[in-house]
């Protein structure tokens, strides 16, 4: 099991490699980032939450004498699916002067009589990749697929041999190593928290601890 991640009004954070899996962030969402200027969130495996899957939108708010905003994101290497609300959306990018574009890529999601993605709470919704590639502009190497996990219901997410997050993703320098310690490869990784099939790791999902991926 994982738990979910809210961030609220924070600076350049990176969240990397977790399960979540319904252990809700705000409102059901399983990662729900709000007004906080260029966060990370890479490699996670999001599955069956009650609302959004992943969420990064907010307005601008006072947070001492700055002002914080949503932008400048990346949401890159993320498994959202079988989520009952959007399994991504994103605040729209205004790629204003100064500031960094926000990027979402090599994400695989998938719906089933849900939302595939929204462009902001108020934007337009995809129902999927290729419209929500045309509305938003990003996921452009995304896949819209199921990710084939190794038992879902008793909470094991690893990936079967022929899934297609394995080798999908894009290697990330802040990204070394999955949600069970197994070394991320450097010229392709997995797309979502495990790099490896299933039988590469020695017990089931649901039977071990994760090193060192445990929430502030």
């Not at 959004?52 to 001492?64: A, S, T, Y």
């Amino acid at each position: 099991k994982g738990v979910a991640k809210e961030l609220d009004v924070s600076e350049r954070y990176v969240a990397p490699s977790r399960l979540l899996k319904p252990y809700h962030a705000g409102d059901g969402r399983g990662i729900y980032i709000s007004s906080a200027p260029e966060t990370k969130v890479l490699n996670n495996t999001v599955y069956l939450n009650e609302g959004e899957g992943i969420c990064v939108e907010g307005p601008p708010r006072r947070e001492g004498p700055a002002t914080m905003s949503t932008h400048g994101y990346v949401v890159m290497n993320n498994i959202s699916v079988f989520n009952h609300g959007s399994q991504l959306t994103l605040l729209p990018d205004t790629a204003e002067k100064d500031r960094p574009p926000a990027s979402s890529d090599y994400n695989l999601l998938f719906s089933v009589g849900a939302v595939f993605a929204k462009y902001g709470w108020e934007g337009p919704a995809a129902w999927s990749i290729k419209e929500w590639q045309k509305i938003s502009g990003q996921d452009m190497h995304s896949l819209d697929a199921d990710p084939r996990f190794a038992l879902a219901a008793m909470e094991d997410f690893r990936l079967l041999e022929g899934s297609p997050a394995l080798g999908s993703g894009k290697p990330l320098l802040e990204v070394d190593h999955d949600y069970l310690g197994q070394p991320r490869g450097k010229e392709k990784t997995a797309i979502g928290a495990c790099e490896a099939p299933a039988q590469t790791y020695p017990e089931p999902l649901w039977g071990r601890s994760a090193p060192g991926n445990q929430a502030p």
